[in-house]
């Protein structure tokens, strides 16, 4: 589904799983995907920011604009240039996706945003998901923005993210829910892996692990590479 809608023009994707479930995984395999097929992917972990960047939008949004441009090899010394003057910068940002980064791009532009749940402990996190909602709005309106594809990934409620559902950019477009794996897909995980779990062990794998992603191939991962039996 994902690897689908990126290749398409102008598209909003969110994924949503408790954590180590394969979001991130899923994620970068997307944008590989993506890349593959002539567009360029802008990957951002919002975990490796620091505190003092998510104190004010204005420095958020100052860099992501900057980490944006220098991952698109494009002049990071116009964002100071769109930067200036009294406006917003929630405006300043999409001024500079509008009249720079996409009029400068030939080609597709992804823009995978990971953990974006860590935007909760911010003053400002209503306001930066109502400005993803308007950058997939501009579609309707402004062609250009359809060379942008957003992809959200989340753990949480979308309706614990932003109370107003017209405001919300996760529940837009496509939505991918991640669940645990059932017995038919650990059965192919274990032989993909070479079949480490004999069937007699089969039902006690699952019934401690319960099909979870991270924790399933931990286990057989394992097993495999330390040379484990089930039952050590």
Do not use: C
Not at 60 to 85: K, S, T
Not at 155 to 179: C, M, R, W
Not at 203 to 222: C, E, F, I, N, S
């Amino acid at each position: 589904q994902l690897n689908r809608e990126v290749r398409r023009a102008g598209t909003t994707t969110t994924i949503r799983a408790p954590r180590q479930t394969g979001k991130s995984s899923l994620l970068v395999r997307g944008a590989h995907h993506a890349r593959q097929h002539g567009a360029q992917a802008v990957n951002l972990d919002l975990q490796r920011l620091d505190a003092e960047r998510l104190a004010s939008p204005d420095l958020f949004l100052r860099d992501l604009a900057e980490y944006i441009v220098r991952r698109l090899r494009l002049d990071p010394a116009r964002v100071e240039q769109f930067w200036q003057g009294s406006l917003g910068p929630q405006d300043k940002l999409t001024y500079l996706m509008e009249d720079y980064v996409l009029a400068e791009s030939d080609s597709p532009i992804i823009l995978a945003l990971d953990e974006v749940d860590r935007l909760l402990n911010t003053p400002f996190y209503s306001d930066f998901f109502a400005l993803l909602r308007s950058w997939h709005n501009s579609r309707a309106l402004d062609e250009q923005w359809d060379r942008l594809n957003l992809v959200m990934v989340i753990s949480t409620e979308p309706h614990q993210l932003i109370a107003d559902v017209n405001q919300s950019p996760f529940n837009v477009g496509l939505k991918i829910y991640l669940e645990d794996f059932d017995r038919d897909q650990v059965r192919d995980l274990n032989r993909r892996h070479g079949s480490p779990v004999s069937e007699p062990d089969f039902d006690q794998l699952v019934a401690l692990l319960g099909g979870h992603p991270y924790l399933t191939r931990k286990a057989m991962y394992t097993m495999v590479i330390e040379g484990r039996s089930w039952e050590e």
